[in-house]
């Protein structure tokens, strides 16, 4: 079972920026898309980015849409995600997930393995 962990999240006011990193702590047998989700307090678990790791194309919520960018760490991390203009609706603990089939995968079950999270703070 691959394990992944979250690193980068932090406290910034608004309009600041975050990276947030996504590392494997154990074995990676095979890598479908990367993916990040995010959930709020009192809120269920909504989908952020994912990308395809083969051919590299990308996808994200409208409500990130232009602000966040998801894509591959050449420095050994699985994924990152830069979070640039964070707006306090941003808040929320952020979690990396690992999908092993190809293609990008938009909700919780298209996932096989998933991080601890990292808490995002973004101050009015």
């Known amino acids: 079972q691959e394990q992944l962990v979250e690193s980068g999240g932090g406290l910034v006011q608004a309009g600041g920026s975050l990276r947030l990193s996504c590392a494997a702590s154990?074995?990676?047998?095979?890598?479908?898309?990367m993916g990040w989700f995010r959930q709020a307090p009192g809120k269920e678990r909504e989908f952020v980015a994912s990308?395809?790791?083969?051919?590299?194309?990308?996808t994200y919520s409208n409500s990130v849409k232009g602000r966040f960018t998801i894509s591959r760490d050449t420095a050994g991390s699985l994924a990152q995600l830069l979070m640039n203009n964070l707006e306090p609706e941003d808040t929320g603990i952020y979690y990396c997930?690992?999908?092993?089939?190809?293609?990008?995968?938009?909700?919780?079950?298209?996932?096989?393995?998933w991080g601890q999270g990292t808490q995002v703070t973004v101050s009015s």
């Open positions: 997930a690992l999908r092993r089939n190809y293609g990008l995968g938009y909700v919780v079950g298209d996932y096989d393995a």
């Open positions: 990308l395809s790791y083969n051919i590299g194309t990308t």
């Open positions: 154990g074995r990676i047998l095979s890598i479908g898309a």
